[in-house]
């Protein structure tokens, strides 16, 4: 068992190191054709006041002297190495301007992770031991409900009542414990909607099994049936689903971030969207394809270790469970 999964383990980490190379080269080809002259819109601005001789030892710095092919390999050499090349517009190196803000960012994504799961779990335990006269079938909607409010509405209205009416944090201040909280929580909302919905779903499913009946009729309390038997083998498709919904957690952060006034990654890409700083953004989008491509190489590494009975005979399996008690089929990923 061992020898296979360090051979399964090895399999997807070369898919996954595959994948984001030619992600970096696609991103690279696509920014690089994109319209609009970056030399014209930033170097030669009479407003920036760059000389000629200072326009040519730019360009001559940035490579964009050279041919595609030689700037590809350039810059996909430079990202290996973590040299993710120099604004255009500061001067200054990406990588710092980057890890000036990434913090923030990242504060902010695992908060609302974290709120995400933690409001999942409540509502999926509810539906389970709540009494259907105590509003289970109300938590059941709560899903569709978080689903169809988008996170800046909750993070206006979150920001009306807690910042403007109560005064628990200042709007000029987003960075304080208070502002990060409510903002993971306008964020976290719609997230913990489609957790919940898997979770709610396989639970019902594994609660009909034998299993779960003997273990009820035994007399077991219900958070011990619930945290014990059902909880660990219903978490297998919302770990895939949390892995697929990384791309969707980003992209909402950074509309969150404007919302609340935060000096994040959405600030940065905002900038270098309107003045063209190619190479910020392709270190921007190379790095959210990383995070996305490392997010999904864990998921594929805990499902065998969430369940034995996993395949791990095939290099990218994911676990799929079938509605009798038969066990899980596989599926290529």
Same mark, same amino acid.
């Given at each position: 068992?061992?020898?296979?999964y ?9 898919? @996954?190191?595959?994948?984001?190379l ?5 991103t690279?080809?696509?920014v690089?054709?994109?319209p ?18 200072e ?5 001559? @710095?940035?490579?964009?002297d ?11 050499s430079?990202?290996v190495?973590?040299?993710l090349?120099?604004?255009?517009r500061?001067? !200054?190196p990406?990588?710092?301007?980057i ?6 960012t ?15 779990? @409540? ?6 031991f709540?009494p !259907? !006269?105590?509003?289970?079938g ?8 978080f ?9 206006l ?7 403007f009416?109560f005064?628990l944090?200042?709007v000029?201040?987003p960075?304080s ?5 409510f903002?993971?929580?306008a ?6 909607a489609q957790?919940a ?22 007399g ?17 498709p919302?770990v ?8 969707e ?5 950074l509309?969150t ?14 900038r ?5 700083d190619?190479?910020v953004?392709? @270190?921007?989008v190379?790095l959210?394809?990383?995070v996305f491509?490392?997010?999904n ?9 969430l ?8 290099s990218a399996r ?16």
């Amino acid at each position: 068992m061992r020898n296979a999964y360090l051979t399964y383990a090895a399999k997807r980490l070369l898919q @996954a190191v595959v994948v984001i190379l030619l992600t970096y080269v696609f991103t690279f080809v696509v920014v690089s054709i994109l319209p609009g002259d970056p030399i014209t819109s930033i170097l030669r601005d009479p407003q920036n006041g760059f000389t000629l001789e200072e326009i040519e030892q730019i360009i001559a @710095a940035q490579g964009l002297d050279q041919p595609i092919h030689v700037q590809l390999w350039t810059s996909l050499s430079g990202f290996v190495t973590g040299d993710l090349g120099l604004s255009m517009r500061s001067s !200054r190196p990406v990588a710092t301007l980057i890890a000036e803000v990434l913090p923030s960012t990242l504060t902010l994504a695992a908060s609302s992770l974290t709120v995400a799961l933690t409001l999942a779990l @409540a509502i999926a335990y509810g539906t389970r031991f709540v009494p !259907r !006269r105590y509003g289970q079938g109300i938590l059941r909607g709560f899903p569709s409900l978080f689903l169809s409010v988008p996170s800046f509405v909750i993070g206006l209205f979150l920001i009306h009542v807690f910042g403007f009416k109560f005064g628990l944090f200042m709007v000029i201040d987003p960075n304080s414990f208070w502002a990060t909280f409510f903002a993971a929580v306008a964020l976290g909302i719609p997230i913990s909607a489609q957790i919940a919905e898997v979770l709610i779903a396989n639970l019902d499913h594994e609660a009909g099994q034998d299993y779960a009946a003997v273990a009820q009729a035994r007399g077991l309390r219900q958070s011990r049936l619930f945290f014990r038997h059902l909880l660990k083998p219903s978490s297998l498709p919302v770990v895939t689903v949390i892995a697929l919904m990384v791309g969707e957690v980003l992209g909402n952060t950074l509309i969150t971030e404007t919302v609340f006034g935060r000096t994040g990654v959405g600030s940065l890409i905002q900038r270098a969207v309107v003045t063209q700083d190619l190479p910020v953004l392709q @270190a921007i989008v190379s790095l959210a394809a990383l995070v996305f491509v490392v997010i999904n190489l864990i998921a594929d590494l805990i499902y065998p270790l969430l369940d034995p009975r996993v395949n791990l005979l095939g290099s990218a399996r994911r676990p799929v469970t079938t509605a009798d008690d038969t066990p899980p089929q596989t599926v290529t990923a």
